[in-house]
């Protein structure tokens, strides 16, 4: 086709609008839209192509957050990331940013979208949902935690910008720039998401109340029961928390909205920890549900709130119903924190030999005494107990009642005694019962 100023244009398969001289003539090349590279081929060779593609674009990832929001998820995650580990994959963040990534135009302009931080050490899987976030373009990556939180806690800026090359991932603000090498996403196990099915449902207030009263009377070790874990026992609409060490025993005591039946199980003291920080807000539903070997706690709604996913033990918990005393024939009513603060001195002077401080009850008088080897002896004084009952002197290690005092949200407290060599009872109405067991006077 002849144009004017002996210029010519020529159709035909190019990669671009190219120009290109000759002697004495000009030539315009003009290549169509190039189809799909998968276009023209079988139908399971599209489909490897169409699966290619889809992974490119996974390895590109691009958003912008709310540092502040941001960091508070990366701590909260952070949280569960295995810190020895034979699988790198294990010691990192896994990062999915969704949203509509472009505009309708198909132009690369922001939109808000979320973005999942999923964290696992195969016993526990944590996914945390991050909401408005400005999401450029949708994708996933996996960065090592550590690095990850540390930078994000030490800029000061208000927004932070990741965006992630294959496995190269650059973390920057309006002042700094960082960049990170991760690992490939496909390496990361994965934690499994929520079910529809849900065994009973509770405010995040209660269920904080209820692991804080028991979780700190757990095992530190193994044994052939499984205490170093809370057991959870539901009864239609009356859920506890029973939690022990063998020397001591703790039941918390609420309600909860369930369905018919009973649910119990037992969850790793290490989850429940990992769960206190998925509540910072009192009033948001949690909802509990046991799969298989594991149990799934579900804050705030799917896919906006935080999701906690724990192996259970499935080993037995002992019998712990006989332990509690049926009778008892000496009764005190306490200052919480007048009592707390009087075992926190007389326990100044005792070691691991004679660590048992003294309690004797008389009259409204409550006297705490302490005596160690080499070390001296002291003896504290609480005027104006209610008490009811014999004289009595009894011993208990001190640490176990100041433990049980830090979790007490109750002003008064009620001790209920027996005798000096049987376990003695502090309850707080009827939601909470702590036996602890007595030590020798000797």
Do not use: W
């Amino acid at each position: 086709m002849r144009c004017a100023g002996a210029t010519t244009l020529v159709i035909c398969p190019a990669d671009e609008l190219v120009r290109t001289r000759s002697l004495r003539r000009k030539f315009i090349v003009l290549r169509p839209p190039q189809p799909p590279l998968h276009c023209g081929l079988r139908v399971h060779e599209r489909e490897y192509f169409s699966c290619l593609d889809a992974t490119i674009r996974e390895r590109i990832m691009k958003l912008i957050c709310d540092r502040l929001s941001l960091s508070d998820a990366l701590t909260m995650a952070s949280g569960v990331v295995a810190s020895r580990t034979p699988s790198p994959a294990l010691m990192c963040l896994k990062l999915v940013a969704t949203g509509t990534g472009k505009s309708a135009a198909g132009k690369g302009t922001s939109a808000p979208g979320v973005l999942q931080i999923s964290a696992t050490d195969t016993e526990i899987g944590i996914v945390i949902t991050v909401a408005n976030v400005d999401v450029t373009e949708p994708g996933e990556a996996l960065i090592p935690a550590d690095k990850l939180n540390q930078i994000v806690r030490a800029c000061d800026d208000s927004t932070v910008s990741i965006s992630v090359d294959r496995t190269l991932a650059t973390i920057s603000t309006e002042s700094s720039t960082f960049k990170v090498f991760g690992y490939e996403p496909r390496e990361f196990p994965g934690v499994r998401k929520p079910s529809d099915r849900v065994d009973f449902e509770i405010d995040a207030g209660s269920l904080r109340r209820l692991i804080h009263r028991t979780s700190f009377a757990t095992a530190r070790d193994d044994s052939r029961y499984a205490i170093s874990g809370v057991l959870v026992d539901r009864k239609k609409s009356q859920l506890r928390l029973v939690a022990t060490d063998g020397r001591r025993l703790a039941i918390a005591r609420g309600t909860c909205k369930g369905g018919e039946g009973d649910a119990t199980f037992i969850v790793p003291t290490k989850a429940l920890s990992a769960l206190l920080k998925l509540m910072p807000d009192p009033d948001a539903a949690v909802k509990v549900a046991r799969d298989g070997n594991q149990v799934i706690f579900q804050v705030g709604e799917v896919g906006f709130g935080a999701t906690l996913v724990s192996s259970v033990d499935e080993r037995a918990f002992p019998p712990f119903e006989d332990v509690i005393p049926k009778e008892h024939d000496r009764r005190a009513t306490c200052d919480a924190s007048e009592l707390g603060g009087a075992i926190r001195r007389a326990s100044l002077l005792t070691n691991e030999e004679s660590k048992g401080v003294r309690m004797s009850f008389s009259g409204t008088q409550l006297t705490l005494t302490s005596r160690a080897p080499e070390m001296g002896e002291s003896e504290v004084r609480i005027e104006g107990i209610a008490y009811q009952g014999e004289p009595i002197d009894i011993a208990f290690n001190p640490s176990f009642i100041v433990d049980v005092l830090k979790v007490i949200d109750s002003e008064q407290v009620i001790i209920e005694m027996k005798a000096p060599n049987r376990p003695g009872v502090i309850k707080v109405g009827n939601d909470f019962t702590y036996v602890v067991m007595p030590v020798s006077l000797q």
